[in-house]
């Protein structure tokens, strides 16, 4: 089932782009273990996701921590935290 990564902010910048279709391979369950994967596709996305810990998710536009399944999302939206100021 293709499912659509969208990034934002510095993770854009460093992915070079905004937003892609993938397979997602069974045995990636969680949303860590996508950002694992994602993270082998490029150099770029081995940048962007090298800290994990830095970033936050949202599964069909609902956040989740990044232990949480995938499921039958259809869409997995990466970006930093959100700052003030």
């Not at 950002?35 to 770029?44: E, K």
């Not at 996701?49 to 997995?76: I, K, M, N």
Request: charged share 25%; proline share 8%.
């Amino acid at each position: 089932m293709p499912v659509t990564i969208l990034y934002f902010a510095w993770v854009r910048e460093a992915v070079g782009a905004g937003e892609e279709q993938v397979e997602v391979p069974e045995a990636v369950r969680t949303v860590a273990e996508l950002i694992d994967w994602l993270a082998a596709r490029s150099d770029g996305h081995a940048q962007a996701l090298r800290e994990p810990a830095r970033l936050r998710a949202a599964l069909d536009q609902r956040f989740v921590p990044l232990d949480t399944p995938l499921g039958d999302a259809r869409e997995v939206a990466l970006f930093p935290p959100v700052t003030g100021g």
